[in-house]
């Protein structure tokens, strides 16, 4: 039987009809294919792992689960009234005699190093990277120092409060993470949304009403190092609450592209005293000054000296400066992230419609990425 060329365009695609099956069925639709090994065997085995997408438009069945995970870890979280257990379990004696064993392999590495006996040396970081793999299979936690950590010198910084930002009263930090009850049966939490300040008037779509004067570099800049600057906050916020406050987040960016932060806390805090925190918080960019552009476009660029293993200059051959240099030279910081003067609080009680819906909103995916 001969199809004619519209009876095959409408014949589904292999790899759809795989897709569209997946989605069906709720499993992930673009596994990765891991190759297994059996060390006793030597048997090799093909295992399907899930992408574990988080974007909908990637992986539905993925994005779904990942989503349903948030709901109920910010649901089960956020009105917590009982401290979480964290004691680690107690190292078991497989796991402390791994741990003699590293600290004597790190000595030996050391001398060796030290002693200028290379090759003894290549073999012990060898020994000392197996024995943390074998560490970790065990279920250990956390960093080991490195064999050779490079012993890099840090700029002293001045730690001296900037003298724009108020002040903060300081309280120890208490190990308590559960906020108080109110009236025997209350326990508060909050839902927070923190934003950045204004660079110029934006009309309804969010771009500037004048592209002249709207503070497109500081937009830019505040944006790259939002993320330092909710860090900074939550240190604030834990020093003048004394508790160590938990918190589920979410960062979006608004209509104008700038970053804002949606938040559920754990515990309630008054709405002064987060306006005080957000005001008082700011974080100090010690890079070197990148006002101006050394190199124009269309003018020949830095090029990459194998044998200096650095960038030169096109004309001079003059090695650029390095990061390292440019950075010990700082004595002022080139960008200073601040909020915007808005801050939205709110208190909610758990199992509430109302904290359901803020659930809602720290869960979504609004604004999708392309691939
Ligand atoms: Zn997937």
Redesign the pocket.
């Known amino acids: 039987m001969t199809e004619t060329r519209a009876e095959r365009m409408r014949i589904p695609l292999a790899a759809d009809i795989v897709q569209a099956t997946a989605e069906q069925h709720g499993?992930?639709?673009?596994?990765f294919t891991m190759e297994v090994g059996d060390p006793d065997t030597g048997e090799l085995q093909y295992v399907a792992v899930?992408?574990?997408?988080t974007v909908k438009s990637?992986?539905?069945?993925?994005?779904r689960k990942a989503r349903a995970l948030r709901i109920t870890q910010c649901r089960e979280g956020w009105h917590l009234v009982d401290e979480p257990d964290f004691t680690p379990d107690e190292a078991t004696t497989d796991q402390k005699a791994l741990l003699e064993l590293r600290a004597d392999l790190f000595t030996a590495y050391k001398q060796a190093v030290a002693g200028g006996q290379l090759d003894e040396a290549d073999e012990l970081r060898e020994e000392i990277t197996k024995t943390d793999e074998e560490l970790r299979q065990l279920g250990m936690r956390g960093r080991l120092p490195s064999p050779d950590a490079p012993a890099k010198k840090t700029v002293k910084r001045s730690t001296k409060r900037r003298q724009d930002a108020p002040d903060l009263p300081r309280r120890k930090i208490d190990k308590r993470t559960v906020g108080r009850e109110y009236a025997g049966k209350y326990r508060p939490s909050m839902f927070v949304t923190l934003t950045l300040d204004t660079y110029g008037r934006v009309q309804e779509d969010g771009t500037p009403v004048n592209p002249n004067t709207y503070d497109y570099r500081r937009a830019a800049r505040d944006a790259v190092h939002f993320s330092s600057l909710v860090d900074r906050w939550w240190q604030n916020l834990r020093r003048v609450v004394g508790w160590d406050v938990q918190y589920f987040a979410t960062v979006e960016p608004q209509k104008r592209a700038a970053p804002h932060l949606h938040t559920a806390i754990r515990g309630s805090v008054p709405h002064e005293l987060l306006k005080l925190v957000t005001a008082a918080t700011y974080h100090q960019v010690w890079w070197p000054n990148h006002n101006e552009r050394v190199y124009q476009d269309g003018e020949p660029l830095p090029v990459w000296d194998s044998q200096l293993a650095a960038f030169v200059d096109p004309t001079t051959r003059v090695p650029l400066r390095s990061w390292d240099q440019a950075v010990h030279e700082v004595d002022e910081p080139a960008h200073v992230v601040r909020y915007g003067v808005q801050v939205h609080s709110k208190g909610l009680l758990g199992g509430t419609e109302e904290a359901g819906r803020h659930i809602g909103y720290l869960t979504n995916v609004p604004h999708e990425v392309d691939r």
């Open positions: 499993v992930c639709v673009r596994p899930p992408c574990g997408s990637v992986c539905g069945p993925c994005a």
